[in-house]
């Protein structure tokens, strides 16, 4: 009789140690991937030419052949002829307002600087038109409407004299940074719909912070095998790719089978594993599966908006793999500049 009191108290302590408190954190790392155009055009067309107009007097603060490629379409190749794509880019001068003096203030309410403020506008826009001519992309709004604050200086008279002796070099380099920015917003947008763009992402997988808990070895190793698989993201081939990352994938599809009461910290491994199942999926380019583990992660009840987060991203990627007719984001067109 004595003995069951000793294996009563055994299972207390095994059911303890495997009920302990669950602490997770999120475990960064940096991934770099190639993306699939979001309206993808013929398949025959992989080439663009671009025209570019300036302000007058411009063309010493710019470089046409960078601009072309700025605001241009990533995975495309730039010609300097004639070419299926044509994008247009047009910048004007900088037209500024009235130039006034603004007072700042301390906390007594005591004026204690002055700055002048220059209300300007920078007009950029941006077309492309396709092979039959048809206009794909249309952006009047690329340019700048703003304000330019000068640092503050002790005097009105400062103020002023400031601006007289840096008016010039102040506008021009409003101009060049609106043109740039403007090329740039252009090609984004451009890369985007129609274009083969990298995408840099910092992401994080829940991992045990905990290192008495009896998994922490084993998420650090999953962990581990992840962030080795994916530094070659970009041009990694699928089937070896999916080999790299099956240990990790196999370990946290384990997780919930182990850990299937209902209690809080059983619940927080359950989303760990989900969470990270359904992530390692995404990159493996398998939206199917990635929803069944983001609708699991739901269903589970905890921190359930991760769960939803993750079936939106699967639901796109299944979309951009279907419009382009492949199953892999990592299928590079034999055509692209990649």
Known sequence: MKQLPLLLLACTVASCAFAQQVDLDRFHYFIRYRNLPHHPLDKNIHTYNITISLPPNA???????????????????????????????????????????????????????????????????????????????????????????????????????????????ITTALLVTAVNNAAGTMGMELTYNFGYGTVNSYEHLWILADKQHPEYVSQQSALKTVKDAVVNLEDANNEQFYTQLKPALDYFLSLPRKYNTADKAARKMRYGSFYNTALLYLYLDMPDKAIAAADALISNGYEIGDGESLKKQAIDLQELLRNNKVSTRRTKPAYSKL
Request: charged share 15%.
């Open 59 to 169: 063309d010493t603060l710019f470089s046409t052949d960078a601009l072309g490629d700025i605001a241009g379409i990533q995975g495309f190749e730039k010609q300097e002829t004639e070419a299926p794509v044509k994008l247009y880019f047009s910048a004007t001068s900088i037209t500024p307002g009235a130039a006034s003096i603004t007072t700042q203030y301390n906390d007594k309410q005591e004026p204690s600087g002055y700055s002048m403020q220059l209300p300007y506008t920078i007009v950029c826009t941006g077309n492309a038109y396709d092979a039959a001519n048809k206009r794909i992309y249309s952006n009047t709004t690329l340019g700048t409407q703003t304000t330019y604050t000068t640092p503050a200086l002790p005097t009105r008279a400062a103020a002023e004299t400031y601006w007289q002796q840096h008016a010039d070099s």
